[in-house]
């Protein structure tokens, strides 16, 4: 069974960084893209990042320049610094990840959600 595992949330003023974690564990064969959403209290879940097994990113336009997505291939584990915060980027951030796992089936697994609050 994939699990995925998110740590680094917690509450920062506006300006302030946070730098959150993200480790497959299970059978895995493979592992396609690997990103972070983010949802806002009553909103729908957006994308922030993704990054590709070729190391190719893409961002949310509103995060351009501030937050940078990174990942270890070899390890199945996939970062997101995030500089400059603004209050507006409070929510719950979700790592979510498209493996082929032990079924030899490729699906997108997510993690828990951890909770990132900025202050003003």
């Known amino acids: 069974q994939v699990q995925l595992v998110e740590a680094g949330g917690g509450s920062v003023q506006a300006g302030g960084s946070l730098r959150l974690s993200c480790a497959a564990s299970?059978?895995?064969?493979?592992?396609?893209?690997m990103a972070w959403y983010r949802q806002a209290p009553g909103k729908e879940r957006d994308l922030v990042a993704i990054?590709?097994?070729?190391?190719?990113?893409n961002y949310a336009e509103s995060v351009k320049g501030r937050f940078t997505i990174s990942r270890d291939n070899d390890k199945n584990t996939v970062n997101l610094q995030m500089n400059s915060l603004k209050p507006e980027e409070t929510g719950v951030y979700y790592c979510?990840?498209?493996?082929?796992?032990?079924?030899?089936?490729?699906?997108?697994?997510w993690g828990q959600g951890t909770q990132v609050t900025v202050s003003s």
């Open positions: 979510a990840a498209e493996i082929r796992d032990i079924s030899l089936l490729t699906r997108v697994y």
């Open positions: 299970g059978v895995i064969f493979s592992t396609n893209f």
């Open positions: 990054v590709r097994r070729d190391g190719s990113t």
